[in-house]
């Protein structure tokens, strides 16, 4: 059990909260026709052994770093309560679990599979070789409603493509801010990332501009799907709420905050957004 409870660490099991509200937003806006119990189980477990991927991808490539870095002196991988060999044995059991997993929902998404483990993979590298790091992690998330349409109805619509651009620059958006707090240790390693490139302020800006990006994409996506009504767009407008809250706790001469604007702002808008989905479906 407790060495359950470091893998759960290590991969921010908890996070998973992040990503599949979205995704279950996808599943109720995208559907032909209601998914069965099967489908719906095998959606869920795709996505959250993908995370789990990423996030073991992460901890491994990045260790060198990490041990580097004051901010993560904690973390499982550092401390010695899990050994590398612990991190390449999740990373097989998710991907594998991963490509089970697409297999059982429809051939295409099999096939499609090895793209998101590439870009999993590439992500902790691309902090190496270019300053926009963040654009491959939301290429990542631009992939799950892409992956979820194809898993429902076996090929990729516009609204998909909407609800994909949308995720993708909210989690752009937010990896800016999460990039803010290792500004200056990155500037130290030769590390790359927007922070970096251009620093503090304009960074800042970076963020509020994709987050902006989010809201029109999902605007858009209630006008192209005629099904979405005043719940949807109430829900919309909550999302807002949130993101003017998430950038106002952050400053460019007080980054204290950070914490707080990631980890649960970010929970609470992906979660607004399923649920004023799934009223609006229902209702």
Same mark, same amino acid.
């Given at each position: 059990?407790?060495?359950?409870?470091?893998?759960? =660490? @290590?991969?921010?099991?908890?996070?998973?909260?992040?990503?599949?509200?979205?995704?279950? !937003?996808?599943? *109720?806006?995208?559907?032909?026709?209601?998914?069965?119990?099967?489908?719906?189980?095998?959606?869920?477990?795709?996505?959250?052994?993908?995370?789990?991927?990423?996030?073991?991808?992460?901890?491994?490539?990045?260790?060198?770093?990490?041990?580097?870095?004051?901010?993560?002196?904690?973390?499982?991988?550092?401390?010695?309560?899990?050994?590398? =060999?612990?991190?390449?044995?999740?990373? @097989?059991?998710?991907?594998?679990?991963? *490509?089970?997993?697409?297999?059982?929902?429809?051939? @295409?998404?099999?096939?499609?599979?090895?793209?998101?483990?590439?870009?999993?993979?590439?992500?902790?590298?691309?902090?190496?070789?270019?300053?926009?790091?963040?654009?491959?992690?939301?290429?990542?998330?631009?992939?799950?409603?892409?992956?979820?349409?194809?898993? +429902? /109805?076996?090929?990729?619509?516009?609204?998909?493509?909407?609800?994909?651009?949308?995720?993708?620059?909210?989690?752009?958006?937010?990896?800016? *801010?999460?990039?803010?707090?290792?500004?200056?240790?990155?500037? =130290?390693?030769? +590390?790359?990332?927007?922070?970096?490139?251009?620093?503090?302020?304009?960074?800042?800006?970076?963020?509020?501009? #994709?987050?902006?990006?989010?809201? #029109?994409?999902?605007?858009?996506?209630?006008?192209?799907?005629?099904?979405?009504?005043?719940?949807?767009?109430?829900? *919309?407008?909550?999302?807002?709420?949130?993101?003017?809250?998430?950038?106002?706790?952050?400053?460019?001469?007080?980054?204290?905050?950070? /914490?707080? !604007?990631?980890?649960?702002? /970010?929970?609470?808008?992906?979660?607004?957004?399923?649920?004023?989905? +799934?009223?609006?479906?229902?209702?």
């Amino acid at each position: 059990m407790e060495k359950l409870r470091h893998y759960a =660490e @290590l991969v921010k099991f908890e996070h998973t909260v992040f990503a599949l509200p979205f995704a279950l !937003a996808s599943v *109720l806006i995208l559907a032909e026709r209601f998914p069965s119990l099967w489908k719906l189980l095998w959606i869920i477990i795709a996505l959250v052994s993908a995370r789990t991927l990423g996030m073991a991808f992460n901890r491994l490539i990045d260790e060198p770093y990490d041990r580097l870095n004051p901010r993560s002196q904690s973390w499982p991988l550092v401390s010695g309560a899990l050994s590398r =060999e612990d991190v390449r044995n999740l990373i @097989l059991l998710s991907s594998g679990i991963f *490509l089970l997993s697409t297999l059982l929902i429809n051939f @295409l998404a099999f096939l499609l599979a090895p793209l998101v483990i590439l870009l999993l993979w590439l992500y902790p590298y691309s902090k190496r070789f270019t300053h926009f790091p963040h654009f491959v992690l939301g290429l990542v998330y631009f992939l799950i409603p892409v992956a979820v349409d194809v898993a +429902l /109805n076996a090929h990729v619509s516009g609204k998909a493509l909407l609800l994909g651009l949308g995720m993708a620059s909210w989690v752009s958006g937010f990896d800016i *801010l999460y990039a803010l707090q290792d500004y200056e240790f990155d500037r =130290e390693q030769g +590390l790359k990332s927007i922070p970096v490139k251009f620093g503090i302020e304009r960074s800042l800006r970076f963020a509020r501009a #994709l987050h902006s990006v989010t809201l #029109l994409s999902l605007l858009s996506l209630g006008f192209a799907d005629s099904r979405l009504g005043f719940i949807y767009y109430l829900g *919309l407008f909550i999302m807002a709420g949130f993101l003017f809250y998430e950038h106002s706790l952050i400053k460019p001469d007080d980054l204290s905050k950070i /914490n707080r !604007a990631f980890f649960t702002v /970010n929970g609470y808008v992906s979660i607004a957004f399923f649920l004023t989905v +799934l009223a609006d479906y229902i209702l």
